[in-house]
């Protein structure tokens, strides 16, 4: 008996985004082995993209075999040995999970909190540096998925390094939907997820490193703590002369050259545009059937919007089940200390369309009334 395939989809939740029938064709193509020379012609052209992705010149920007979650603890493992100093910011629920690993893998973790909902500020960090010992790294979300709020990420890197400390962030709901400038605003180490605004399936997590992390990974009195994300060992598989590491999902590449050849053909600047147009006409939309911002304007993620579920809402859950079940349309729930109180949807990848914001809308009108 054949397995029942999934009805179709209109993913406008934080993620997966929904992908494009060309990105969705490349992955039939017949895989090659992992040690293929047109695989490593192939990466060579997905790292030139990711490169311009990231804002940066930094040699090893690779596609991580993971979800984004592999990213951040790639760059954690790497950069953090036990008894070492780290500075989190936390203004949601994925700067809790950076804690969270950082701890694991031996960290003194300080964590700034900010209030879920408002931007991390560069401020909020200056008392945790100034103590006596050193820190060894400053981390925060660039655009954090469960609140829908960009922090500034620039003056935290700044104030990092004038004391002494690395500078790591999380991109994975930003990067290919806003600007990311990991070489002008001296990011050391970023991590991100295809399977937001860069419009491929999940499954890698892109990551860029500069030499100042790599230096300082290379001076760790023992190597990485895990054996899989050791960036010396991933270097020496995807630089020459490719020393085998592991099976690399291959498939999920060719997906990924797909979607950075879209980006590329509608160019970096008209997709950040096209994300904020159907984000203002969703917000819009929204206003006018009672559903309002949960972020405020002035931080506000163009792919990703919170916004207030309404008093007369008795059972968020079932109603987007309804929006599910009944037109097909996917939008996610709040996390942690915002579930049951926001929802949040997304505008990214080839589902950031004026049409699917119209379907959402009208589907949306039909269910709060009833």
């Known amino acids: 008996m054949n397995p029942r395939l999934p009805s179709p989809r209109i993913l406008l939740g934080p993620g997966p985004s929904s992908v494009s029938p060309a990105v969705l064709q490349s992955a039939a193509t017949a895989p090659i082995g992992y040690l293929d020379p047109e695989l490593f012609e192939l990466l060579e052209s997905v790292r030139n993209d990711l490169r311009l992705l990231f804002g940066t010149s ?7 075999t993971g979800t984004g979650m592999a990213g951040m603890e790639c760059c954690l493992a790497n950069l953090i040995e036990p008894g070492d100093r780290v500075v989190i910011g936390v203004n949601g629920f994925f700067g809790g999970r950076m804690v969270e690993i950082a701890r ?12 879920w909902g408002t931007p991390l500020e560069a401020g909020m960090f200056l008392p945790a540096l100034k103590s006596s010992s050193p820190v060894k790294v ?10 829908g709020v960009e922090t500034s990420i620039a003056p935290i890197a700044e104030l990092a390094h004038s004391n002494g400390a690395l500078f790591l962030a999380d991109a994975v709901t930003s990067l290919g939907g806003m600007p990311v400038e990991c070489d002008k605003w001296s990011v050391d180490a970023c991590y991100s997820a295809t399977q937001k605004c860069v419009g491929a399936p999940p499954g890698l997590s892109p990551i860029t490193i500069s030499d100042r992390a790599m230096a ?9 703590s895990h054996w899989y994300y050791d960036w010396k060992l991933l270097r020496g598989y995807y630089d020459a002369p490719h020393a085998y590491h592991h099976t690399v999902p291959i498939n999920l590449y060719y997906t990924l050259a797909a979607a950075l050849n879209e980006i590329k053909t509608e160019g970096l600047e008209e997709r950040f545009r096209r994300y904020r147009e159907v984000s203002a006409q969703l917000l819009n939309g929204l206003e006018e059937i009672g559903v ?13 919007n919170t916004v207030v579920i309404p008093d007369s809402v008795t059972d968020e859950a079932g109603l987007r089940s309804a929006l599910l079940r009944e037109y097909g349309i996917e939008i996610g729930g709040g996390l942690g200390a915002l579930k049951g109180k926001i929802w949040r949807i997304g505008t990214m990848g080839a589902a950031a369309t004026p049409r699917n914001i119209v379907l959402l809308l009208a589907a949306l009108r039909l269910l709060l009334k009833r």
């Open 104 to 115: 694991r893998l031996g960290a003194e973790v300080t964590q700034v909190d900010a209030e």
């Open 292 to 304: 309002l911002p949960f972020a405020a304007e002035k931080c506000r993620l163009p792919s990703l």
């Open 58 to 64: 930094n040699a090893f920007t690779i596609p991580l």
């Open 216 to 224: 300082a990974m290379e001076g760790r009195s023992k190597g990485a």
């Open 138 to 147: 400053v981390a925060c979300v660039h655009a954090e998925t469960s609140t």
